[in-house]
């Protein structure tokens, strides 16, 4: 693959994670951002939280990457095998080669963390979008170099270094990995609601339910 391909693909996903992102919750109301359906243990926006708790592990790391001097380019940017499959782990659950990962503590919704913690669904949201931009930019610089890709960064599960690179092939997938979550807990919701509607001895929660 060349690295002109490479950039291109990965620019393009990252589109696609904010079109699907403004589709989910652009105008939604905050019962819909905050419930959970039953069965489900995060709220929609939550997803969004977790997303960004994963993304500031990786992105001060990458920034600080791209200041490194004397840095070639090349137009080949060979894949490793890890690398590849680091990409397939962390891809959305409904495509085949994903794995199932269990968030640490740390990188959880922080009401799981301390109960008494609350959000701001916009900040989140704003974050969300902010963090896309940062990664934009790291991949029109990180992929460019050998000498970028291969600095080693700290993971964020579990905590070991590997390549910038790797890096870039982990959070690109895990934004579309919670998206689709997200979009299956608001499916959820609003089935309830929907139900409520047709039976009005349903109570439809709020976010202080």
């Known amino acids: ?3 002109a391909q490479y950039i291109e693909k990965r620019l393009g996903e990252l589109a696609q994670h904010k079109l699907y992102f403004e589709r989910l919750f652009y105008f939604l109301e905050e019962e819909e951002l905050f419930f ?3 069965g489900e243990q995060w ?3 939550e997803c969004i939280e977790h997303i960004n708790n994963v993304n500031e592990v990786y992105l001060a ?8 001097d004397q840095a070639s380019q090349s137009q080949v940017l060979p894949l ?6 680091a990409y397939q782990w962390m891809s959305p659950l409904s495509k085949s080669g994903a794995t199932k990962v269990h968030a640490p503590k740390a990188l959880k919704p922080r009401r799981l963390r301390d109960p008494k913690l609350k959000i701001s669904a916009q900040k989140v949201m704003e974050n ?3 963090d896309l931009g940062q990664i934009e930019r790291l991949l029109h610089i990180i992929p ?4 970028l890709r291969n600095v080693k960064v700290i993971s964020a599960l579990p905590p070991f270094r590997i390549k ?3 890096a870039l092939q982990l959070i690109v997938p895990h934004i579309g990995r919670h998206l689709e979550q997200a979009e299956r807990i608001l499916k959820g919701g609003r089935l309830l609601k929907e139900s409520q509607e047709n039976n009005p001895d349903l109570i439809y929660p709020t976010k202080d339910a």
Do not use: G
């Open 128 to 130: 969300f979008i902010s």
């Open 1 to 3: 693959m060349t690295t």
């Open 36 to 38: 959970m359906p039953d």
């Open 164 to 166: 910038a690179l790797t």
């Open 144 to 147: 460019e170099s050998p000498e």
């Open 61 to 68: 790391q990458l920034t600080k990457v791209c200041q490194l």
């Open 80 to 85: 490793s095998w890890f690398q590849r499959k």
């Open 43 to 45: 709220s929609a926006i």
